[in-house]
């Protein structure tokens, strides 16, 4: 990437932390980064290591070969109007974390065919483990593995076909919430069985890290690992078939569901 240049436009939690994952990873030098803000003064800190910061979205897409769209949705068509003038379909490739906006939007209302992937962390990405979808309907195979290099400086990213973004929001984006309420859940258990409240909560996130990790590092599946804990008559499977008993499988399997619904109809009414 010596020869490149990438322009985050929006330098908010997202645009920030791949800005300094792309840097920790050597994929990208600090001078080769531009980020903007309307606040550019809370840039500064990045200006003095080496960032480029400014408020002009203009100026940042001229001088970049890679542009980051990480702004929210309802400010989209003001930046696309500001950055069109500096925009090459022969020079630019754009990669938009902004949900519910597919590539072909953005290629619309551009009224030119420039290369877009979307892309899709989740709020992990602040500590480089973040979930991330790729898709596109346009960009090169070339430009779709640069997208996933990229992301995979934040955490782990996997390439979906785009029509699956709106699912990927409620498995990946929501369940953030989602794990962390059943880890909440399991701390005010360790509460009421004897537990101090935070030291609870400790045990509880980390026994589900230690659970997320064995199917990761393991390539296992949840019920082989489940399996290995489970004795006859014996006290997890006493505990899991109470669960299940009281709709823990079917709530989450109905929540994510609702969460998609839920994301279908908020792309449909942008």
């Given at each position: 990437?010596?020869?490149?240049?990438?322009?985050?436009?929006?330098?908010?939690?997202?645009?920030?932390?791949?800005?300094?994952?792309?840097?920790?990873?050597?994929?990208?030098?600090?001078?080769?980064?531009?980020?903007?803000?309307?606040?550019?003064?809370?840039?500064?800190?990045?200006?003095?290591?080496?960032?480029?910061?400014?408020?002009?979205?203009?100026?940042?897409?001229?001088?970049?070969?890679?542009?980051?769209?990480?702004?929210?949705?309802?400010?989209?068509?003001?930046?696309?109007?500001?950055?069109?003038?500096?925009?090459?379909?022969?020079?630019?490739?754009?990669?938009?974390?902004?949900?519910?906006?597919?590539?072909?939007?953005?290629?619309?209302?551009?009224?030119?065919?420039?290369?877009?992937?979307?892309?899709?962390?989740?709020?992990?990405?602040?500590?480089?483990?973040?979930?991330?979808?790729?898709?596109?309907?346009?960009?090169?195979?070339?430009?779709?593995?640069?997208?996933?290099?990229?992301?995979?400086?934040?955490?782990?990213?996997?390439?979906?076909?785009?029509?699956?973004?709106?699912?990927?929001?409620?498995?990946?984006?929501?369940?953030?919430?989602?794990?962390?309420?059943?880890?909440?859940?399991?701390?005010?258990?360790?509460?009421?069985?004897?537990?101090?409240?935070?030291?609870?909560?400790?045990?509880?996130?980390?026994?589900?890290?230690g659970a997320a990790d064995l199917l990761l590092q393991l390539a296992s599946h949840p019920e082989q690992e489940i399996d290995k804990v489970t004795s006859p008559k014996g006290c997890t499977i006493a505990g899991l078939n109470e669960m299940e008993h009281n709709g823990f499988s079917s709530a989450m399997i109905k929540g994510i569901k609702m969460s998609a619904d839920k994301a279908g109809v908020l792309y449909k009414n942008d």
């Amino acid at each position: 990437m010596d020869n490149k240049h990438i322009s985050i436009l929006g330098s908010g939690n997202i645009g920030l932390s791949l800005a300094k994952g792309l840097v920790k990873a050597d994929i990208f030098k600090p001078q080769h980064i531009t980020l903007t803000r309307r606040n550019v003064a809370a840039l500064q800190p990045l200006a003095h290591v080496g960032y480029h910061v400014t408020s002009d979205n203009g100026e940042a897409v001229a001088k970049a070969d890679i542009i980051v769209l990480a702004i929210l949705p309802q400010q989209l068509n003001k930046l696309l109007d500001e950055i069109k003038p500096a925009l090459n379909p022969d020079k630019h490739l754009l990669i938009s974390v902004i949900s519910g906006v597919s590539c072909e939007d953005i290629c619309n209302y551009l009224g030119m065919q420039i290369q877009v992937v979307r892309a899709m962390p989740n709020t992990a990405i602040a500590i480089g483990q973040s979930m991330t979808c790729i898709a596109t309907t346009n960009a090169s195979a070339e430009n779709l593995t640069l997208v996933k290099s990229l992301f995979d400086t934040v955490g782990v990213s996997i390439q979906i076909n785009e029509e699956l973004m709106t699912s990927a929001t409620a498995l990946c984006a929501c369940g953030i919430a989602f794990f962390l309420r059943s880890i909440r859940a399991a701390s005010q258990g360790g509460t009421e069985i004897g537990f101090h409240a935070h030291d609870a909560l400790k045990m509880a996130a980390q026994t589900a890290k230690g659970a997320a990790d064995l199917l990761l590092q393991l390539a296992s599946h949840p019920e082989q690992e489940i399996d290995k804990v489970t004795s006859p008559k014996g006290c997890t499977i006493a505990g899991l078939n109470e669960m299940e008993h009281n709709g823990f499988s079917s709530a989450m399997i109905k929540g994510i569901k609702m969460s998609a619904d839920k994301a279908g109809v908020l792309y449909k009414n942008d």
